[in-house]
């Protein structure tokens, strides 16, 4: 007898072809994106520093601005009293401006300075990456470094400024100064004076910045262009106004806010050169934000710097604007904010527009008076001969090229030889004022002591283990994280592209008491490990920026060959992208190496003992009181600059072309 065989019911039979587990799968996908699982895999480096490191410790500062903290005393919740208190306060108001006016200042006089040294560079055939090179060294050498520099620059005694106004003085029998004794200059004692003088450090030390992404966007840029307007008769100003402004829109903009954000929380070189000193004169907010720590109430401190947190904000939003363009996706909530900045400051939108329209009827008003002047001159002078009106006027751009580039590396150079000459002068010239200009005799003594009878072969250790692994870390982390944030499709890429820029926005001042903590907890302060862990969260943003756009510009066709023979979405990343963004990936090294060798503030507060200090901190402690060991402070400047310095100048093309390749093209 045939036993006849059970079959489930209808409504037991899954979809034709559908399982369970495939349902759920589209489900995921549908709300999280087709890449989800092997985006916030790549991203999870990043994600894991992010949130860790950064996200964390700004809630609990936030938390503790509505605190009345003193030391580590919790003693009750106060609300906004702490903001309130600083509004009162006359020197929170004024040390705010002040970084207002320092800010302006010093970001406006670095991006023309940038641009006329990239343009300069650009027109440069020979000996370009020597000239280059040179330009970049004061943006390279360590904060610390150039804090010493400029206090012996600007010592009214017998800084290098002032003996050298001292000589051209006597050289011109005081014609130069109109006839006026010149009785020296007190550059950073003078409460006018000081803030402008920090102004000229913060530009000195930030114009290879701007020069390099500039000569980076101008390299981009199509030559064609160029030779078609000259063709059609239009002159090296028109030129520029009309193909080098417009190419470098993107850049100017990101360099720029760049620039604003790490200026406006600078700390480190006014400390060390001036302390906020005379009266206050050069106290920042950041300056003012460590006082407060120092007197032990940490409310007030958060406080300070969070109120200005909504102001790096409007700048930290129009940069992750730009530097999300050409993204896949952005997502909606990050255009409505956008729109609602750009409502909320269209009367500021207006007047700058008003200004450009200003701008260009004067410069068709001058370049029509000039074109008059210029056809009468060569009318006479070269009797319509156009060959030699094209030699002299090819005589005149390259007379003006040189004489830009000789004034700009002389200037960045000229701290440099001070800090040579001085390193290898005896003690007894600095006494006597002896030979102000060259060391005579000659000695090596404070080098000796340096190695032989300082801690100085220590703290390089510590900075060199410190930086490696901090490099590597930031390598990491930000080449699977932007390659996530550009290539993969998943929820939540536009928000962490923007935490990642947040970051950038956090001033470290604020982060230190939070981080403390947290470290303290992980007993891992007076460590090297503390800086090793917390050095590469602020390495990220840039590398992150640089990196998506060197991803954007590699075609995707070629992973999705990869993919098709067999590789997934891991292994497309690391054998085909990877080794292509090898010059990215050298100019992140640079920069994260730059960075680590250069901190000063977290090396300063999370490491007490004299084991794990870093070259920054050490060299600050040889200043005791206002007694400077010179010759030492000098030599150890040398010797910690000798080794990223020529890391620079075998590594500058690959930063170059790193920065060329696409991250400057938006």
């Not at 101008?218 to 307007?229: M, P, R, T, V």
């Not at 090296?236 to 850049?251: N, T």
């Not at 950041?286 to 006082?291: D, G, N, T, V």
């Not at 060299?619 to 620079?648: E, Q």
């Amino acid at each position: 007898m045939a036993v006849p065989i059970a079959r489930p019911g209808a409504a037991e039979l899954p979809a034709l072809g559908v399982t369970p587990h495939r349902s759920l799968n589209r489900w995921l996908r549908h709300m999280f994106g087709d890449d989800w699982i092997t985006g916030y895999l790549f991203a999870a480096p990043m994600l894991l520093l992010l949130v860790g490191l950064i996200a964390w410790p700004l809630l609990q500062a936030i938390w503790m601005s509505f605190h009345n903290v003193v030391g580590p005393r919790w003693t009750g919740f106060v609300g906004f009293r702490n903001y309130a208190i600083q509004f009162e306060d006359p020197i929170f108001r004024r040390s705010f401006w002040l970084t207002v006016q320092f800010t302006a200042e010093s970001v406006f006089f670095k991006f023309l300075i940038g641009l006329a040294a990239a343009l300069a560079l650009h027109n440069v055939k020979r000996y370009r990456s020597v000239l280059t090179a040179l330009i970049l060294a004061p943006f390279i050498v360590p904060e610390v470094v150039t804090a010493a520099t400029f206090r012996l620059m600007y010592n009214p005694v017998f800084g290098g400024l002032n003996m050298t106004l001292r000589e051209i003085y006597n050289l011109t029998g005081g014609q130069v100064f109109w006839g006026f004794p010149f009785k020296g200059i007190p550059w950073t004692g003078d409460p006018v004076l000081a803030l402008q003088s920090m102004v000229a450090v913060n530009v000195w030390k930030g114009v290879p910045f701007f020069t390099l992404l500039s000569l980076a966007g101008l390299k981009a840029i199509d030559h064609e262009l160029y030779d078609a307007s000259a063709v059609d008769g239009a002159n090296a100003w028109q030129r520029f106004l009309h193909i080098s402004l417009p190419g470098l829109r993107y850049v100017i903009i990101v360099e720029t806010l760049f620039s604003t954000i790490s200026t406006f929380n600078t700390f480190g070189l006014i400390y060390l050169i001036t302390g906020g000193g005379p009266g206050g004169a050069t106290r920042l907010y950041a300056i003012r934000a460590y006082e407060l720590i120092g007197s032990l109430r940490y409310g007030h401190a958060v406080a300070v710097a969070l109120l200005v947190a909504p102001l790096l904000a409007i700048a930290v939003i129009v940069l992750g604007h730009y530097m999300r363009a050409g993204q896949r996706s952005v997502e909606s909530s990050e255009n409505i904010l956008y729109r609602l900045l750009v409502f909320w400051v269209w009367p500021v939108s207006m007047a700058v527009r008003l200004l450009v329209k200003i701008f260009w009827f004067l410069n068709g008003v001058i370049e029509r008076i000039c074109s008059d002047i210029a056809r009468a001159f060569f009318s006479v002078v070269v009797r319509n001969n156009t060959k030699r009106h094209r030699a002299i006027n090819r005589g005149v751009m390259n007379g003006l090229i040189v004489l830009a580039i000789a004034a700009i590396t002389f200037v960045e150079l000229y701290p440099f030889y001070w800090i040579a000459i001085t390193s290898f002068k005896t003690n007894l010239q600095f006494q006597q004022f002896r030979s102000v200009f060259w060391p005579a005799p000659w000695t090596f003594d404070h080098y000796i002591w340096l190695f032989t009878k300082s801690s100085f072969p220590l703290w390089l250790r510590n900075t060199v283990q410190v930086a490696v692994v901090a490099m590597i870390i930031s390598l990491v982390a930000s080449s699977l994280g932007a390659y996530a944030l550009v290539r993969l499709r998943w929820r939540g890429a536009g928000f962490i592209s923007t935490a990642i820029l947040i970051t950038y926005l956090m001033p470290g001042i604020m982060l230190v008491v939070p981080l403390y903590q947290i470290f303290a907890n992980l007993r891992i302060v007076n460590s090297l490990y503390s800086l090793m862990v917390a050095y590469p969260t602020f390495l990220m943003p840039f590398a992150a920026w640089l990196l998506m756009g060197y991803y954007r510009s590699i075609p995707e066709e070629l992973e999705e060959a990869a993919l098709i023979d067999g590789c997934n979405k891991f292994q497309a990343w690391y054998r085909i992208v990877l080794p292509l963004v090898v010059p990215a990936l050298m100019a992140v090294a640079l920069f994260a190496l730059t960075n680590a060798w250069n901190e000063f503030l977290f090396a300063f507060i999370f490491i007490q003992s004299n084991e794990g200090t870093t070259l920054p901190v050490g060299i600050g402690r040889l200043i005791v009181g206002d007694v400077f060991a010179w010759g030492p402070i000098m030599a150890a400047s040398v010797t910690m600059s000798i080794p990223v310095v020529t890391f620079y100048a075998f590594a500058q093309r690959f930063l170059v072309e790193g920065l060329t390749a696409g991250s400057v093209k938006g």
